[in-house]
């Protein structure tokens, strides 16, 4: 089956930074990699998503960048606010998702 | 972004006990996902549900895990007997599409199942 490793596990950052996290995914007929943000006590929410006829995709200050070839996927969130900080979570998906075990972003004042 | 609702938002069980979780997804959807999340880890996959019938599982899904469709808008997971290590955030999922693969699936808030 799929499997979705996503580093690094904890991210801190000064406001105004920038952000990436990265994902590796094995199965390579996954078509869709979406990405979550989970705050405490909450479902996740997808924030982005790209399919695998794109290489990237960007949304304001999120971006997203996939490699098929080499089978990995980036999250990348520029100008970072207090309000970022959360877990993040990338997910590869062939009919089901398979999520990678997340990120908890720290973004400081 | 579509709404999905679940209740209740936290559930409190003896182990051995059956519970009942319950989802509403996205209007007039047929497919639709369970996942659950222990504290601290990953969301994992539970299982697919498409047109009253179960459409792909996990192996986490065993026979004390069952799925319905009771009424036109309502899906539940029912747990027959909880055991302490089923204690965990489930969420439903639903698709916007026609549940393909490439489907955006959006999350409900969850239910935190506590086991006791």
């Known amino acids: 089956g799929e499997n979705v490793e996503q580093h690094p596990s904890t991210l801190s950052v000064q406001e105004g930074d920038s952000a990436v996290i990265k994902c590796t995914y094995s199965d390579s007929a996954s078509n869709y990699f979406p990405w979550y943000k989970q705050e405490l006590g909450k479902g996740p929410q997808l924030i982005i998503d790209i399919r695998s006829n794109v290489g990237e995709k960007k949304d304001q200050r999120i971006a997203v960048t996939l490699n098929k070839t080499a089978k990995h996927f980036s999250l990348h969130i520029t100008e970072t606010q207090p309000e970022d900080s959360a877990v993040y979570f990338c997910?590869?998906?062939?009919?089901?998702?398979?999520f990678g075990t997340g990120t908890q972003l720290k973004v400081e004042l | 972004e579509p709404e999905v609702t679940q209740t209740p938002s936290h559930q409190v069980t003896q182990m051995g006990q059956e519970v009942i979780l319950r989802c509403v997804p996205i209007?007039?959807?047929?497919?639709f996902y369970w996942y659950r999340q222990i504290l601290g880890q990953k969301v994992e996959f539970l299982v697919s549900?498409?047109?009253?019938?179960?459409?792909?599982k996990s192996e986490i899904f065993d026979d004390q895990f069952s799925v319905e469709r009771p009424d036109g808008s309502n899906f539940t997971l029912k747990i027959r007997s909880t055991k302490l290590e089923d204690s965990a955030m489930y969420f439903c999922a639903s698709p916007v599409g026609g549940g393909t693969s490439t489907d955006t699936q959006y999350f409900g808030p969850g239910t935190r199942l506590t086991v006791l």
């Open positions: 997910a590869a998906s062939w009919r089901k998702l398979t």
């Open positions: 549900f498409y047109n009253n019938e179960i459409s792909e």
């Open positions: 209007s007039n959807h047929l497919y």
